[in-house]
């Protein structure tokens, strides 16, 4: 019954933004690690930025300063603003939810992401 709905992804220019929303049905947000994850061809998929029920986040070096993931309890949604977009963040986007203390990890469907230069 968990459900993950992804939406946002495009195709932009480098240097522009894009904002993805990833929006969770089926499960509160309380104990939960929420992430997305880029995964490109011939890649395994690599988490770019993870934020825990109780805000602390995590990002990957390359997308620091640049990407900011947050979360809307009242609206059940993640959401990741991407700001000065690079051509080496092109990839599929994936969110996923699960709870702090493990479990299964739920995912959503996907969104391309593509900067051209």
């Known amino acids: 019954q968990v459900q993950l709905i992804e939406s946002g992804g495009g195709l932009v220019q480098a240097g522009g933004s894009l904002r993805l929303s990833c929006a969770v049905s089926?499960?509160?947000?309380?104990?939960?690690?929420m992430g997305w994850y880029r995964q490109t061809p011939g890649e395994q998929r690599d988490l770019v930025a993870q934020?825990?029920?109780?805000?602390?986040?995590y990002y990957q070096d390359s997308v620091e300063g640049r990407f900011t993931i947050t979360g809307d309890n009242r609206k059940n949604a993640i959401y990741l603003q991407m700001d000065m977009l690079k051509p080496e963040d092109t990839g599929v986007y994936y969110c996923?939810?699960?709870?702090?203390?493990?479990?299964?990890?739920?995912w959503g469907q996907g969104t391309q992401v593509t900067v051209s230069s």
């Open positions: 996923s939810y699960r709870k702090i203390f493990g479990g299964q990890r739920y």
């Open positions: 089926g499960t509160p947000f309380s104990a939960a690690v």
């Open positions: 934020v825990t029920s109780g805000g602390t986040t």
